[in-house]
T-cell receptor, first 116, second 113 residues
Framework: DTEVTQTPKHLVMGMTNKKSLKCEQHMGHRAMYWYKQKAKKPPELMFVYSYEKLSINESVPSRFSPECPNSSLLNLHLHALQPEDSALYLC???????????????FGPGTRLTVT | GIQVEQSPPDLILQEGANSTLRCNFSDSVNNLQWFHQNPWGQLINLFYIPSGTKQNGRLSATTVATERYSLLYISSSQTTDSGVYFCAVVKGGYGGSQGNLIFGKGTKLSVKP
């Protein structure tokens, strides 16, 4: 099974709302990722968790707050977003390789976020 | 940082035609993946191919790591092959960023019936 699930599929929120995106995988992967994809652009990395610890934050604004409560779950908490944050948010997971090399990443279907 | 360039940016084919998509990268890589993004946004894994050649049905891919390029071949194209094809890499070397996939801008493929 190479499935990564994400909920919700679509989300519309106002600039004063607080919402959360959820990602789940049951492949035993210990690295999980959040990517952001604007329309007609490639995905861009936001955060990486390795063994439930934040290992990479690509200078993402603090209105995006990631959380990895256990090895299967990854959340992205959203607060005071701006209309320009509207995008497709993709979650991915992979095994962790120590030292050189990385393993294949598997992506979820994404959450399409609209900020009004 | 590492640069990933894909060509062509757009490609229109008649059903049944063959095509080759190219991905050039500017530094050594630990990981190279090809994805197909369907109209609903799902990124579908096609190949994990940091080096060598792989085949899966009508698709095949070759990565020549020493020359810093990868090719994706699509044979006997079908309308369901339409979408955007992305090449993505992780920079190589010990201690390279864990899983930091850098995507090219993609090739948008349209297959006409």
């Amino acid at each position: 099974d190479t499935e990564v699930t994400q909920t919700p599929k679509h989300l519309v929120m106002g600039m004063t709302n607080k919402k959360s995106l959820k990602c789940e995988q049951h492949m035993g992967h210990r690295a999980m990722y959040w990517y952001k994809q604007k329309a007609k652009k490639p995905p861009e990395l936001m955060f990486v968790y390795s063994y439930e610890k934040l290992s990479i934050n690509e200078s993402v604004p603090s209105r995006f707050s990631p959380e990895c409560p256990n090895s299967s779950l990854l959340n992205l908490h959203l607060h005071a977003l701006q209309p320009e944050d509207s995008a497709l948010y993709l979650c991915a997971s992979s095994q962790v390789r120590l030292g050189q090399g990385t393993y294949e990443q598997y992506f979820g279907p994404g959450t399409r976020l609209t900020v009004t | 940082g590492i640069q990933v360039e894909q060509s062509p940016p757009d490609l229109i084919l008649q059903e049944g035609a063959n095509s080759t998509l190219r991905c050039n990268f500017s530094d050594s890589v630990n990981n190279l993946q090809w994805f197909h993004q369907n109209p609903w946004g799902q990124l579908i894994n096609l190949f994990y191919i940091p080096s060598g050649t792989k085949q899966n049905g009508r698709l095949s891919a070759t990565t020549v790591a020493t020359e810093r390029y990868s090719l994706l071949y699509i044979s006997s194209s079908q309308t369901t092959d339409s979408g955007v094809y992305f090449c993505a890499v992780v920079k190589g070397g010990y201690g390279g960023s864990q899983g930091n996939l850098i995507f090219g801008k993609g090739t948008k493929l349209s297959v006409k019936p």
